[in-house]
Nanobody, 124 residues
Framework: QVQLVASGGGLVQAGGSLRLSCTAS????????GGWYRQAPGRERELVAA???????NYADSVKGRFTISRDSAKNTVYLQMNSLKPEDTAVYYC??????????????????WGQGTQVTVSS
């Protein structure tokens, strides 16, 4: 069973920083590409940042210059470093990952998984 575990959310004052982590448990799923999304109350889920298998990144205009997405293949983890946080960044953040799935040690296909949300609250 593949699990993506998101962590690192919390309460921070405006101007502060947080780092979110999204780790795939077990050895049956290897992350190739990933993304972070967020959903604020009453709003639709939106893409915040994404990283491709080749390392290319893209960001929502609202977070450019403040957030950085990265991937550590050895740790099978995708990170989102969030600096200069604003109250409008308050939301539940979700990670998504696409990668290779293995069964009994053999490649069995591509998987696309979501982690549980982690709450980020930025106070003014």
């Amino acid at each position: 069973q593949v699990q993506l575990v998101a962590s690192g959310g919390g309460l921070v004052q405006a101007g502060g920083s947080l780092r979110l982590s999204c780790t795939a448990s077990g050895s049956i799923f290897r992350i190739n590409a990933g993304g972070w999304y967020r959903q604020a109350p009453g709003r639709e889920r939106e893409l915040v940042a994404a990283i491709t298998s080749g390392g290319s990144t893209n960001y929502a205009d609202s977070v450019k210059g403040r957030f950085t997405i990265s991937r550590d293949s050895a740790k099978n983890t995708v990170y989102l470093q969030m600096n200069s946080l604003k109250p409008e960044d308050t939301a539940v953040y979700y990670c998504n990952a696409v990668g290779a799935v293995y069964s009994s040690g053999s490649y069995s296909g591509v998987g696309n998984y979501w982690g549980q949300g982690t709450q980020v609250t930025v106070s003014s």
